[in-house]
């Protein structure tokens, strides 16, 4: 299949009661193991790309791999900007070929976060391109993205409905106590913030920071609203944590391909594991 927008799958997930996950391009290997995830479970899904990625290896790359994958997947794939930084660089992966982006415009005053994500949105979907705004401030580090945990902020329910109305994003990530990376403890979802938002709106609500969250804690989010579920540090910790053993008990292996190959594996597994806990196996 060629790549496609998110609106071909997440208003289905948000109807339906279940969500599709984006994982994160970091390479070659990332790349197979989600599609072969993917095809192994017959659902759509989506290739998440920072900034930083993308400066790693090379947008023509990136999209290149995106469009092989998704043709061997045989399922419906959407090639995303994640946290995209400016108006500039949406356009420039439109251009490219990405088939969704995604603006976080939450560091902006409220107004402005509006206005800005307001000229991507009409851009984008002129094209036939998804987009995915942001309101509240999530913690964690992420590639470029980096909050401390005091300066994260809860997204405001009634200020993320308005935001919705102006903006008439296709996703709407809300900041409700996840945060990037790996949880040093249980992370608090407010879940009542969910639930407001996503009775009020028409787009299903983002859950940014999934590696890590409790699995009951991700089917109350679904069951609430949640569509789309952003999952990338599990998937490095899977394919590092194999790839360290490896040359631990084989210090003279020197072939990658003999090291990768069982980093891919698990991040296959890893990504199956997570298509099957948000109810999107079976739904491509």
């Known amino acids: 299949m060629s790549l496609v927008p998110m609106t071909e799958f997440l208003p289905r997930a948000k109807k339906e009661g279940f969500a599709v996950g984006q994982f994160n391009m970091n390479n070659l290997e990332f790349v197979q193991g989600i599609a072969a995830a993917a095809k192994a479970e017959k659902s759509p899904f989506i290739f998440g790309v ?11 790359y990136v999209v290149a791999m995106a469009e092989i994958a998704a043709k061997e997947a045989e399922v419906p794939v959407a090639l995303h900007l994640d946290h995209g930084s400016s108006f500039e660089v949406a356009m420039k ?10 603006f976080d415009g939450s560091h902006h005053p409220y107004e402005e976060n509006i206005r800005l994500t307001q000229e ?6 002129a094209v036939g391109v998804s987009v995915e705004g942001e309101l509240g401030t999530i913690g964690g580090v992420e590639d470029d993205v980096q909050v401390d945990e005091e300066k994260a902020a809860l997204a405001n329910p009634k200020e993320a409905i308005r935001f919705w109305e102006e903006t008439q994003v296709d996703a709407m990530a809300i900041a409700v106590g996840t945060a990037h990376g790996m949880y040093k403890g249980e992370p608090k979802i407010h879940f009542n ?7 009020n709106i028409d787009a ?11 699995d009951s804690a991700i089917q109350e989010s679904i069951r609430l609203g949640v569509g789309k579920i952003n999952v990338n540090t599990e998937s490095q910790v899977a394919c590092t944590q194999v790839i360290r053993d490896l040359l631990v008990s084989q210090p003279d292996m020197i072939d990658p391909r003999k090291y ?25």
């Open 120 to 125: 991507i949105v009409k851009a984008a979907h």
């Open 204 to 214: 299903p609500i983002v859950l940014h920071g999934g590696s890590g969250v409790p």
């Open 50 to 60: 920072s900034e930083g990625a993308m400066r790693y290896m090379g947008l023509e």
């Open 93 to 102: 992966c439109i251009q490219a070929g990405f088939s969704s982006v995604m």
């Open 193 to 199: 913030i969910i639930e407001e938002v996503a009775q």
């Open 260 to 284: 990768l190959g069982p980093g891919r594996e698990a991040i296959q597994e890893t990504v199956q594991g997570k298509m099957r806990l948000f109810g999107s196996s079976g739904k491509a």
